[in-house]
């Protein structure tokens, strides 16, 4: 009876190392194929250009661009999308729009969009539901700034009677005031 005790135990106890492998081993591979470090993508930078060109020569407002940007800020975004055409979500777009993005050297990404139809509406989108702070100075014009609702982008914008423009980055306002200053319409 002794033998037949001890041949259970062992069972027992092989059972247990098994159900142990079989649980721990899926674990194992998951957790190694969840932490394992993926290939660094280099930013896609665009061409600038012929987006710009094609904005210009529709537009029925003055395009901006930066001109004589520092070394190290790289092109990521260029649209320009006429009203009706198709745009987000393959609906046709509200408004005329103006959309040119970079990455400064500190990977940081900032744009400067423009849009003309209803201020309110292009507002809230193109600020991130921004609300109005302090005012910053431009040049010869004044900017309001404005703060999006999670307190992480800042934006610049300057509203005239045919075109609201937005200058927007998760950075300090003095940035965008920088990069403000070196944008031109031709």
């Known amino acids: 009876m002794a033998g037949v005790a001890r041949d259970r135990n062992r069972t027992r106890a092989g059972d247990m190392f098994r159900s142990l492998a079989v649980i721990l081993l899926p674990i194992l591979v998951i957790g190694a194929l969840l932490t394992r470090t993926l290939d660094d993508y280099p930013v896609q930078a665009v061409e600038v ?27 990521t975004r260029a649209t320009w999308v006429a009203q009706g055409e198709r745009a987000l979500n393959d609906e046709p777009s509200p408004r005329n729009q103006w959309t040119l993005g970079y990455l400064d050297p500190s990977e940081t990404y900032l744009s400067v969009e423009q849009g003309d139809g209803p201020v309110e509406t292009y507002l809230v989108e193109a600020t991130r539901e921004g609300r109005p702070e302090a005012t910053s100075q431009v040049g010869e014009q004044t900017w309001q700034q404005y703060l999006s609702a ?34 031109s319409t031709g």
Do not use: I, N
Request: aromatic share 6%; proline share 13%.
């Open 49 to 75: 250009a012929p987006h710009l060109e094609r904005a210009r020569a529709e537009a029925p407002f003055p395009v901006l661009a930066p001109v004589q940007l520092p070394e190290g800020w790289v092109p």
């Open 150 to 183: 999670d307190g992480r982008t800042r934006s610049l914008v300057l509203t005239e009677p045919a075109v609201t423009t937005v200058v927007s980055g998760d950075v300090p306002y003095e940035e965008l005031v920088a990069f403000a200053g070196t944008l």
